[in-house]
């Protein structure tokens, strides 16, 4: 059974800083396209970050320069280190796995509280 579990999300002051976190079991993380994305309340749900199995990095410009992604495939985990938080940055974070022939999973997300 494949899940992907986030964790590190929580309630912060604008300027700080979260790290969170997506453990993948059940699936090898390293030959998957991980991403991150997010869906603030009234909001479509969008691509923050994503890392190929290669390594490769793409940022949205929203967050670039503030927010970065990194993968340990060691440990199957992608991790989604946020600095300078916004409150525009609330939202619920959710982890996705995808690859070519294969099915996309999700994680049940992680709620992110930027206050002002």
């Known amino acids: 059974q494949v899940q992907l579990v986030e964790s590190g999300g929580g309630l912060v002051q604008a300027g700080g800083s979260l790290r969170l976190s997506c453990a993948a079991s059940g699936i090898i993380a390293a030959i998957y396209n991980m991403c991150w994305y997010r869906q603030g309340s009234g909001y479509q749900r969008e691509l923050v970050a994503s890392?190929?199995?290669?390594?490769?990095?793409n940022i949205a410009d929203r967050v670039k320069g503030r927010f970065n992604i990194s993968r340990d495939n060691a440990k199957n985990t992608v991790y989604l280190q946020m600095n300078s938080l916004k409150p525009e940055d609330t939202a619920v974070y959710y982890c996705n796995a995808n690859r070519a022939g294969s099915r996309t999973y999700w994680g049940q997300g992680t709620q992110v509280t930027v206050s002002s």
């Open positions: 890392i190929t199995s290669g390594g490769s990095t």
